[in-house]
């Protein structure tokens, strides 16, 4: 079929878009990266960029790094950021020997303990007060992730998109506690990190829109899909796993506890009280997306309330501070 007869909003055009930008691109890099031993990764962030098109129907704004990712009605716009944990090297855990992915045994000394790595995250960077004022400006965020469903047989590929409304307090909280107590105290500014599947991430009320599978025969299999499918609220994880966040301290804990109405008995153990609330909400019903927006302002308005008067004006109406 002519790629001309492809039109956005389309399941077809989107695992055509799959086949021609990242299978067959994907298949050629390996190729020659076993002739010049560089790299297997290529730029797939721009690939994110036509996948979400794609996927939501949407043109972009042919921007590359910069400018409007996505152009939406009404004069609104939304922001693609990339995390590809595809083609990462990994390393042999018995003479160290550094391993591609599509290596199932250590070349040099034949062992099968391999340490694969899948430590890729999507960045989003604030510069400068000026990137600062715009950070919520975006009607979406679309966070786009290619992984294998089991990094301990790398066959598989998961892609995902997951959509993000940045005026939910678990994004904007989380930016404005990035640039005014994370960025402001460190000397190498880097960008965010926003680590796929963590409590950061979590905390950001995900929706799921777009799912599909990539086979070892280069089959694409897509399982969610716009205007096909319902798109799925990333819920939080039992409330227990996340004890060993050092951000989430006991205070922090106790208070997520009282914005719930749950009542919680004594304990220096943030397990025990992460787990008493767990049953409490079990038992509750209370709407997932409360739980996420509550468990976000105990988490970071402790930290960035004395920062709230001096935000940008953009900030302040977008992140729902004035309700606070």
């Known amino acids: ?123 989003i960077g604030i510069r400068h007060e000026a990137e600062f004022s715009e950070i919520l400006a975006p009607k979406f965020y679309f966070l786009v992730l290619f992984e294998f469903t089991d990094i301990n047989k790398p066959t598989t590929i998961r892609s995902s998109i997951w959509r993000v409304n940045p005026t939910a307090p678990g994004f904007s909280y989380c930016m404005i506690d990035y640039y005014k107590n994370i960025r402001s105290q460190s000397t190498s500014k880097a960008p965010f990190n926003l680590w796929p599947y963590q409590l950061k991430f979590d905390l950001m009320r995900p929706y799921l829109i777009y799912r599909s599978f990539i086979t070892p025969d280069d089959r694409v299999q897509t ?57 409490y909400i079990d038992s509750s019903g209370i709407p997932p997306e409360i739980i996420i927006d509550k468990l976000a302002e105990a988490l970071y308005l402790p930290d960035i309330r004395r ?3 001096g935000l940008p004006k953009a900030v302040k109406e977008r992140s729902g501070i004035y309700r606070v």
């Open 1 to 123: 079929m002519n790629i001309k007869n492809y039109t956005l909003g389309t399941l077809e055009a989107s695992e055509q878009l799959i086949n021609d930008l990242y299978i067959e691109l994907r298949k050629k890099i390996n190729q020659w990266a076993s002739i010049t031993n560089q790299t297997a990764q290529a730029r797939m962030g721009y690939i994110g960029q036509h996948l979400v098109s794609v996927v939501t129907g949407f043109p972009g704004g042919k921007s590359g790094a910069r400018g409007k990712d996505l152009i939406l009605p009404d004069n609104e716009f939304g922001e693609i950021k990339t995390c590809y944990r595809v083609d990462q090297l990994g390393r042999c855990n018995s003479c160290d020997t550094v391993i591609s992915p599509t290596e199932e045994t250590c070349p040099n000394c034949g062992s099968n303990d391999i340490k694969r790595n899948e430590d890729s995250k999507w960045l």
């Open 223 to 279: 399982e969610i899909f716009p205007n096909r499918d319902p798109e799925r609220l990333h819920n939080l994880r039992p409330l227990t796993e996340y004890s060993r966040s050092q951000n989430l301290t006991r205070d922090k804990i106790i208070q997520f506890a009282d914005s719930m109405g749950a009542s919680v008995p004594a304990s220096d153990s943030k397990s025990k009280l992460l787990g008493e609330i767990q049953a």
């Open 307 to 309: 920062h709230l008067d």
